[in-house]
């Protein structure tokens, strides 16, 4: 088993993400499905900082999580703020901005 | 050839810049010219005869009559070049002398004539004008400073003929003189420009004395024919001439009685030169001035518009000229100078019809006159000296000239001659009818006017030229006929008379025959009209011959239908085409990016997870290409 | 590179130890699971831990490759905070038709589904054969070698300068310094923002006790409401109360709760005399 089965793996955690942000419509768990794709990239950084023998790729990975807290933060606000307006949290019923 | 201006010759351009000086001054004045604007309209005319007559008799002092005067460098480009200048020869002093003559007549008779009329000022400015560009005309020693003129009259033409612009039949009639004319002005051109191309010149000095192929003399020649028809309403041409007479009365005698609508006779005796090249051109004037003298003479028959029948009558008589100029070189002379004897009849004629209709509250309806000789004496004896001269009675104008050209169309020889001589032979019968049915309409029998008119004669003023006219309609022939004098005085501009030669028919036999035939004609009439009540309205049961003659043997018809109808479905074609075709492709471009950008906003869903479709699959394409790049 | 092996002596032919192989067997499909998990379970509460699994086995991973400071921040970050978060936010705006699973945009599901295999097999064919043949590096190897440029592994700060968290706190304050600074200002921002999202603005003045009282006192209602069950055969919260003339007070029971039928028309005890009555 070499490294690049780590990556492997997190392409098909990546592509998962994708798939449930595509397919949820509860705005939580699309939320939910960002994290996984974000975790994912996590995986191939540490995974490069392995390849590589150096730890910027960690550095990244530190990074990309305190970005991803902020964000979730973020999110969630912007979520609850809509719920509170709308009564819903599905991505589907927040559609007024189209034709 | 010519000799250069010298002495009073020099000073020739004030001709034409006197009258336009002062129709400037009348029409740019305005109100402030209103009180002495006719005077001087009047008055230019008047010192323009007395130099014209000075000139005349400078010119006749030359040695060979001719004086060129040149004025200016017009156009210089590289070889081409156009010189303006004028020439003074036999045949344009002829015509300078009718012009500012009759001119200063009919000018001082509209001093009267329009004295009531609120445009008279307006109406002396364009008169002036015209004067100027009918003297330019005549005098330029070019084909181009002619045209210049050529179209001058055309725009003063126009203008006179809608002077009375609120009335939408004198509108109507002002365009429809005015295309017809651009029809035979095109033709004129055309001619300038073969000169241009074949000669690089339109100077007559070099034009008139090159030797051209006869396929182009034959084209210049047939160019010049059609802008002399339609500037002398010949047929086909002819029809705008007698809708003309919705103008002011002296316009009518002026402009399209004596002198503009003889500039093709003009134009074509100055370009005797290009015609004698040309047979053909020349047997084409021949039946031309054939059926329109025929044309008119049927056409004066139906009208019951006392000066529409004297314009038909007119549109005969100029084709009488072109049959005379048409004819042959040594009938030039005999077309000149029945040219001017009609100028003098024909204005007469026109200015005692003015005199009437001034009397009948502007009426002119020959079945609401009658019984007019007692009441209008004066306008009377000069109708009567202008009919005279005009039927050909003997002694009279008409007598010499028009019986010079029936016989000069029987000497032609051959079967044209006959052709050509019966047919002015029985003009001058149908002329003779016609005019005694206006004569006896308008000055005998019955009155017929309703109550409220109160006929009277004209003041001095029209009195005056009028009486003048009528003397001139009678001894006029006689004096221009006279010992060849005018024969004689043309004949370095448009060469020598035929001298007694071989006659087809013993011209003493003709002139009493013509002589028979006019007598014939005037008491046919005379009986039909004069024995009868003619009555007030217009006869419905008529025969063919008369319905056709009342629609002016439908030209108009005819023009109507072949020309105008077309014209009218062609460009109503063009325009369903620029609309439906050309704006069609322009909004349906429009409507399609709209209606397809429509269709295409319905991609907006509004719904996020759509958007992330989109979006993975443009970053699946990214990728791929990327990588596609890369492990190629 | 040749070097960089020598001195990871115990990784031979680029291969994981084998320890390092079973875990990854174990965790990995535990971590697929876990995706999938949250990708296809209904309920969103079941999403998220199935999603605190998957970071869980993520954290795992990031022990076994020698970063032992980002698995216990993954643990506690993402798994403790983060997670608690959604599940908060999750009971906050409980459950609602956002938890159908119906598809509702047409073709939604079955290009999702494309797209995602598609780009799997795409990045993970690509990067199979970028990293053909890569080997691990030994982060926890000797530290480089003085003089030895070589052995600086491209001049990186490795673990075995003291630790881990030693090593990444040097690059952290040293080389990514000013990034780190921008992060502090983001969680800042994000923290203004965060409240600003969720703060709700009070759109009256709170009431005072002296404006309760008096609005009490105005309703022309001073005194409190009937308990239920007084002079009933029953004490159940649903039993009117009787009045004095026998009839049941509606004011007594809950508003929203039905009041028995039974107590609709119960006659008057004996010895009550209603008003109608006594005028007669």
């Known amino acids: 088993m070499t490294p690049t089965y780590y990556l492997v793996l997190s392409a098909a955690l990546f592509s998962i993400g994708a798939v449930g942000v595509l397919v949820r419509k509860n705005a939580i768990v699309v939320f939910m499905c960002i994290e996984l794709m974000l975790n994912a990239v996590n995986l191939s950084l540490v995974t490069f900082s392995r390849i590589n023998g150096s730890l910027d790729g960690q550095i990244m990975a530190f990074f990309v999580m305190t970005v991803a807290a902020a964000e979730v933060v973020i999110g969630l606000a912007i979520i609850m703020s809509i719920f509170r307006t709308r009564r819903s949290a599905s991505v589907d019923d927040a559609n007024l901005l189209k034709y | 050839m010519t000799t250069t201006a010298h002495g009073i010759e020099s000073a020739a351009w004030l001709l034409i810049a006197l009258p336009l000086i002062s129709g400037a001054v009348l029409l740019l004045a305005g109100k402030r010219a209103n009180k002495w604007g006719h005077l001087l309209g009047a008055l230019v005319p008047i010192v323009l005869f007395v130099y014209a007559l000075m000139l005349f008799f400078a010119v006749k002092h030359e040695h060979n009559r001719e004086v060129s005067r040149h004025l200016f460098n017009w156009i210089h480009v590289g070889r081409f070049s156009i010189d303006a200048g004028l020439l003074l020869d036999p045949l344009s002093l002829v015509f300078v002398l009718l012009i500012t003559g009759v001119g200063s007549l009919i000018h001082i008779y509209a001093v009267g004539y329009m004295s009531h009329d609120p445009g008279r000022r307006r109406f002396f400015g364009y008169f002036n004008i015209f004067v100027a560009a009918m003297l330019l005309l005549v005098l330029a020693d070019n084909y181009l400073s002619l045209y210049v003129g050529w179209e001058g009259v055309g725009v003063a033409s126009y203008l006179l003929i809608s002077f009375y612009y609120d009335r939408n039949s004198a509108a109507t009639a002002g365009n429809k003189a005015f295309f017809a004319n651009r029809v035979g002005d095109v033709g004129l051109s055309v001619a300038i420009m073969l000169m241009f191309a074949y000669l690089g010149n339109t100077s007559f000095q070099t034009v008139l004395h090159s030797h051209l192929s006869n396929g182009v003399a034959s084209a210049i020649a047939f160019m010049l024919l059609l802008g002399a028809c339609g500037k002398s309403g010949q047929f086909p041409l002819q029809t705008w001439l007698p809708d003309a007479m919705e103008g002011p009365t002296p316009v009518s005698a002026l402009i399209h009685a004596a002198t503009m609508v003889t500039a093709g006779v003009y134009l074509i005796a100055r370009s005797a030169a290009i015609f004698d090249q040309s047979q053909s051109a020349r047997t084409m004037i021949t039946i031309i001035g054939a059926i329109t003298l025929l044309y008119g003479c049927v056409s004066a028959f139906g009208q019951d518009d006392l000066k529409k029948v004297l314009a038909y009558s007119t549109v005969s008589q100029i084709g009488y000229m072109f049959l005379a100029v048409g004819l042959g070189p040594g009938v030039y002379a005999i077309g000149i100078i029945h040219l001017l004897g009609h100028g003098f009849f024909k204005a007469a004629l026109f200015l005692s019809a003015g005199s009437v209709m001034h009397a009948m509250n502007d009426r002119i309806d020959m079945r609401r006159f009658g019984g007019l000789r007692t009441v209008m004496p004066i306008t009377f004896a000069v109708f009567v000296c202008g009919y005279l001269a005009l039927i050909g009675f003997p002694l009279a104008t008409g007598f010499w000239t028009k019986d010079k050209i029936i016989e000069a169309a029987f000497d032609k020889g051959g079967t044209s001659g006959w052709i050509l001589g019966i047919a002015a032979l029985l003009g001058a019968g149908l002329t003779a009818a016609y005019m005694t049915r206006a004569l006896v309409m308008t000055f005998f029998g019955e009155k017929r006017w309703e109550d409220d008119v109160h006929p009277h004669e004209a003041p001095k003023s029209m009195t005056l030229p009028m009486i003048v006219l009528g003397a001139l309609s009678l001894v006029g022939g006689y004096l221009l006929i006279f010992g060849g004098g005018v024969q004689h005085w043309l004949t370095p501009s448009v060469g020598p008379s035929v001298e007694e030669g071989v006659h087809t028919v013993n011209p003493t036999v003709l002139s009493i025959l013509t002589l028979v035939v006019i007598a014939l004609g005037a008491y046919g009439a005379y009986a039909a009209y004069g024995r009868k009540a003619v009555p007030v309205e217009k006869p419905v049961a008529v025969s063919p011959i008369t319905r056709a003659a009342r629609k002016n043997i439908y030209a108009d018809a005819f023009n109507e239908a072949v020309l105008m109808k077309p014209g009218q479905w062609l460009s109503r074609a063009l325009v369903y085409f620029d609309n439906r075709g050309v704006d069609g492709a322009v909004t349906g471009l429009a409507a399609g990016m709209g209606g397809s950008s429509s269709r295409l906003r319905r991609m907006q869903t509004g719904f996020v997870r759509s958007y992330a479709l989109s979006m993975l699959g443009g970053t699946i394409a990214v990728v791929a290409v990327l990588l596609a790049v890369r492990f190629q | ?280």
């Open chain 3, 1 to 280: 590179m040749s070097q960089l092996l020598l001195a990871a002596g115990e990784l031979h032919n680029g291969q994981v130890p084998l320890g390092e192989a079973v875990a990854f067997w174990i965790l990995g499909p535990l971590s697929l699971a876990g995706a999938m998990g949250t990708v296809l379970l209904r309920n969103a509460v079941h999403s998220a831990l199935s999603l605190a699994g998957t970071m869980m086995c993520l954290g795992m991973f990031y022990l076994i490759e020698q970063g032992p400071f980002l698995g216990f921040v993954q643990i506690i970050v993402y798994t403790g905070a983060i997670m608690i978060l959604f599940l908060f936010v999750l009971m906050l705006v409980g459950r609602d038709s956002s938890d159908s699973l119906v598809e509702t945009l047409r073709g939604q599901r079955l290009a999702a589904a494309l797209f995602g295999i598609g780009f799997a097999l795409l990045v993970a064919l690509s990067v199979g054969r970028a990293f053909k043949g890569s080997t691990p590096a030994n982060l926890n190897g000797t530290a480089p070698t003085a003089g030895d440029p070589s052995s600086y592994a491209g001049g990186k700060v490795l673990n075995s300068n003291g630790s881990n968290v030693n090593s990444i706190a040097d690059l952290l304050f040293t080389r990514y310094l000013f990034e780190f600074e921008l992060t502090s200002a983001l969680l800042i921002v994000a923290a203004v923002g965060a409240m600003i999202l969720a703060h709700v603005e009070r759109e009256e003045p709170k009431l005072t006790q002296r404006a309760l009282a008096r609005a009490r006192i105005r309703s022309g209602r001073p005194q409190p409401l009937p308990g239920p069950g007084v002079l009933s055969s029953h004490n159940a919260i649903g039993t009117p109360a009787l009045l004095p003339d026998g009839s049941i007070s509606e004011e007594s029971v809950m508003s929203g709760l039905q009041i028995g039928s039974e107590y609709e028309n119960v006659p008057a005890l004996p010895g009550v005399i209603s008003e109608g009555e006594g005028e007669r």
